[in-house]
């Protein structure tokens, strides 16, 4: 089992910048494939972005690839999704999330959650 937390979300304006964490507790963190999802209101949960076991192996949506980094210094046992030039349409709530041993866009193949943190774009 492993615990996540997000943090990090906020508002801000369009083309800001923000950094949002995932946290985790429980299993070793290192163990772990981790990602961020997203979802807007009315909207069906999407991929944003995942790293491999390493760091070594990222994804990323097309829509955020060349704006957003995600890291994983495991040493801290803490996920990060650096946001730049945001847009409004970035707007949702960021989900965290963790698998043994998968790192890709499908949400079915990932095993643990986090709650989620609120992100909010303005124009």
């Known amino acids: 089992q492993v615990q996540l937390v997000e943090s990090g979300g906020g508002l801000v304006q369009a083309g800001g910048s923000l950094r949002l964490s995932c946290a985790t507790s429980g299993r070793t963190f290192s163990s772990f494939c981790m990602g961020w999802f997203r979802q807007a209101p009315g909207k069906e949960r999407e991929f944003v972005a995942a790293?491999?076991?390493?760091?070594?192996?990222?994804n990323y949506a097309d829509n955020v690839k060349g704006r957003f980094t995600i890291s994983r210094p495991n040493a801290k046992n803490t996920m990060y999704l650096q946001m730049n030039s945001l847009k409004p349409e970035d707007t949702a709530v960021y989900y965290c999330?963790?698998?043994?041993?998968?790192?890709?866009?499908?949400?079915?193949?990932?095993?643990?959650w986090g709650q989620g943190t609120q992100v909010t774009v303005s124009s």
């Open positions: 790293i491999s076991l390493s760091g070594a192996g990222t």
């Open positions: 999330t963790a698998d043994p041993k998968y790192f890709g866009a499908l949400e079915s193949e990932y095993d643990y």
